[in-house]
């Protein structure tokens, strides 16, 4: 009867489309944002880098620098303080540093402090070291350089090992065997988008490593601090990431800064400089 029609039409709630989130959806993180603050990120341990970095699962950091100023060193060093200091298990895709055995070889003697050899490390130690990486540090074969075969493994990764950061390094080594005719500002914006996605569905932290265009030496002889416009497909690599990293080096002077060029979420840091110098004998940077 009439009645009830008024009824139903009275009592009716909409139907909202998927993919629409209004407040009501988020409220229990909103409240705890307004009760707690933003959340900090991971930090390093290291003050002056602390003060400008902090980690956080979720985003894509790019990291850039003059190739041989220590890039992958600078970034190594760190991870191994995240895995120390947070239990962040790591996943690399490496074909930079290959065989895989040099890199484990380098990472063991970042965390023992000594050069690798048997003259700096017992056998029950380098045992113990080998256990800790077996649980801690994970590597991507580096033959096959499908983007989407590397996302795959990582997968793998995160639901069997509980990685927190995947590394790619770097990002000219990959490949997309979905995407072979594409205009090369389309492929690196689509790429990253997936890399971000990635990111945020899987909730780990991705790290990829870019090399810059060929940059002109200063009056001084050194190489200017670049950034990511400095790479190929600039304007979209900048605005992709989330963080940008630049590791730069003097040579003359033998020490090495970490510039914060871009940072996207002001209470996980901001732009500025870290100062360090390299110890050779271990892969470790102190400030």
Not at 222 to 230: E, F, G
Request: include cysteine; glycine fraction near 6%.
């Amino acid at each position: 009867g009439k009645d009830a029609v008024v009824q139903c039409f009275d009592g009716a709630k909409d139907c909202t489309m998927d993919g629409i989130q209004e407040l009501v959806d988020v409220e229990v993180a909103l409240d705890e944002i307004f009760e707690h603050g933003f959340e900090k990120g991971a930090t390093f341990g290291i003050p002056s880098l602390d003060d400008i970095l902090t980690i956080k699962t979720g985003l894509l950091h790019i990291v850039t620098g003059v190739p041989s100023h220590g890039k992958s060193f600078m970034l190594n060093y760190l991870l191994t303080r995240l895995n120390l200091i947070h239990d962040w298990k790591v996943a690399f895709f490496s074909p930079e540093f290959y065989p895989v055995s040099h890199h484990i070889a380098q990472t063991i003697e970042t965390y023992g402090g000594q050069r690798f050899c048997k003259d700096n490390y017992t056998v029950a130690v380098y045992e113990k070291m080998k256990e800790y990486l077996c649980r801690n540090m994970f590597w991507i074969d580096p033959n096959d350089t499908d983007i989407n075969s590397v996302m795959e493994r990582a997968k793998y990764l995160i639901r069997k090992k509980g990685i927190k950061v995947l590394v790619i390094d770097p990002f000219n080594a990959l490949t997309d065997k979905e995407r072979k005719n594409q205009k090369q500002d389309e492929y690196i914006s689509e790429f990253l988008q997936k890399l971000r996605w990635f990111g945020r569905k899987y909730d780990v932290a991705v790290f990829l490593i870019m090399h810059p265009v060929k940059l002109q030496k200063l009056e001084n002889g050194q190489y200017p601090v670049c950034d990511l416009y400095s790479c190929k497909g600039a304007s979209e690599i900048n605005d992709k990431a989330d963080v940008g990293i630049t590791v730069w080096r003097n040579k003359e002077e033998d020490y090495a800064e970490l510039h914060v060029t871009k940072m996207k979420f002001r209470n996980l840091g901001k732009n500025g400089h870290a100062t360090f110098k390299f110890n050779v004998n271990n892969g470790r940077y102190v400030e």
